[in-house]
């Protein structure tokens, strides 16, 4: 009896064990993720139809392979992806079966590149003496492991965004997990500025069901906790630097001050006029009232160098202080082109002053249709917050071609990215969400 009773317990023991044991992972993942700049994770769903990607890798093998796989696929995008992406697959859903050319067997996977050159370039960046995952790296390695997910790093970002990648400093390196619904894709993950970074994964943001509000108007409305979150790699450069402060009188305090400022940038539809679309940008100002209107003034006298006219010179909008409220910029026909304005602020709207500083491009915003607080409808903690509706922009020539094709076609674009370190620094880690709106 006794001797029955302890088999059955180790038979217990060895099945809860099986049970409860995650599935299998891909040994060979974490290295390809280390070889990446762009990572992507999708199932093999056999009743669907055969990837592009499949067939120009596997060729005429391709439609039983994938009749027949099963778990996941990756496609892999390294720095040297001229030849294309590569296809990363399982090695025992082609065991048995010949190997193209271009194949690199990565521990449990085989990666398929473009031919034997990409193979070649690919192997060195494959080399198993690499360092290991750490914190984000790990926490990215286990989206992929488990289900739709994107993992970016490097050049990964200007793969996708061109000119607009230095706006996106702050996410360097990161990764998502994607939901596909019949209307909407949505994503949920994190990023970071610094590459190989140990920190803990940051507090994750609450999903929002709600709809943040476009102007009236409006088809974008970009809103942040510090300015510098959009534009500090570029204010971070010498010669920018130089630049506005020789040409614009823009010296490197105000720099700091408006890089400090909470934010709202918002693009508007011109129905009239010279212009398709006009910009406005609020900035709650941080710092010394005295710098910013010494700016202003520096600022003025930098565009009336470049050829450009102020509006209403002779009798200008000045406060009982003597402090200009307003000005605005005309070109050669009379156009207006430009300006900024002080904008009172009510109670309780968000701002830590009693006015807003707004610089616009195009002919001025009327007040009404002032973007909001860029403290409205903010996550936990310091971040921004995108809202854009892309069909819109695209009617009207105004949405980057180079961008994938599915974004142009979405009517709306919502994005959260908080700012959330780990050990009180904030900065380390963004927590992200999100949702595309596609057409039915």
Not at 84 to 89: E, I, K, S
Request: hydrophobic letters at 40%.
């Amino acid at each position: 009896p006794w001797s029955t009773s302890a088999i059955t317990l180790l038979l217990t023991i060895g099945a809860l064990i099986v049970v409860l044991q995650p599935r299998p992972r891909a040994i060979g993942l974490g290295r390809v993720l280390l070889a990446a700049d762009l990572l992507q994770s999708f199932p093999i769903e056999g009743s669907r139809p055969v990837p592009e990607l499949w067939t120009r890798r596997l060729g005429p093998a391709a439609p039983d392979l994938w009749r027949h796989g099963k778990g996941s696929w990756w496609q892999l995008w390294s720095g040297h992806d001229d030849a294309g992406a590569a296809l990363v697959l399982p090695a025992a859903s082609v065991e048995g079966k010949r190997r193209p050319a271009g194949a690199l067997v990565v521990d449990d996977l085989v990666v398929i590149a473009a031919g034997p050159l990409a193979a070649a370039e690919l192997s060195s960046q494959l080399d198993p003496r690499h360092r290991q995952l750490q914190g984000l790296e790990l926490r990215c390695l286990k989206r992929l492991e488990q289900g739709q997910a994107v993992y970016w790093a490097g050049q990964g970002l200007a793969g996708i965004f061109g000119s607009l990648t230095p706006l996106l400093q702050h996410w360097q390196q990161g990764c998502l997990s994607l939901q596909l619904s019949a209307e909407e894709l949505s994503w949920e993950g994190e990023a970071s500025a610094v590459p190989g970074l140990k920190a803990e994964a940051p507090t994750a943001l609450e999903a929002r069901e709600e709809r943040a509000a476009l102007p009236a108007d409006s088809q974008l409305l970009l809103r942040g906790s510090r300015l510098d979150l959009l534009v500090g790699s570029l204010l971070g450069r010498s010669l920018l630097r130089d630049t506005l402060q020789q040409s614009y009188g823009l010296d490197p305090d105000l720099l700091k001050a408006m890089a400090a400022s909470p934010f709202a940038l918002s693009l508007r539809s011109l129905p009239a006029g010279p212009f398709r679309l006009g910009l406005t940008l609020e900035i709650n100002p941080s710092g010394r009232g005295q710098s910013w209107r010494k700016g202003l003034q520096q600022l003025d006298q930098g565009i009336r160098a470049q050829g450009l006219q102020p509006l209403g010179t002779a009798n200008p909008s000045l406060t009982p202080g003597g402090r200009q409220e307003a000005q605005s910029w005309t070109r050669g026909d009379g156009a207006v082109v430009g300006g900024w304005r002080w904008q009172r602020v009510k109670p309780g709207t968000g701002s830590s002053g009693t006015e807003r500083l707004v610089l616009f491009l195009g002919p001025p915003p009327p007040a009404s249709s002032i973007a909001p607080s860029p403290t409205n409808d903010q996550p936990t903690g310091s971040g921004v917050v995108l809202v854009l509706a892309p069909n819109q922009l695209a009617a009207i020539g105004a949405f980057p071609a180079s961008l994938p094709p599915v974004l142009p076609a979405a009517s709306r674009l919502q994005m959260w990215s908080g700012s959330q370190g780990s050990n009180g620094r904030a900065g380390t880690i963004s927590p992200l969400r999100g949702a595309l709106h596609l057409q039915p």
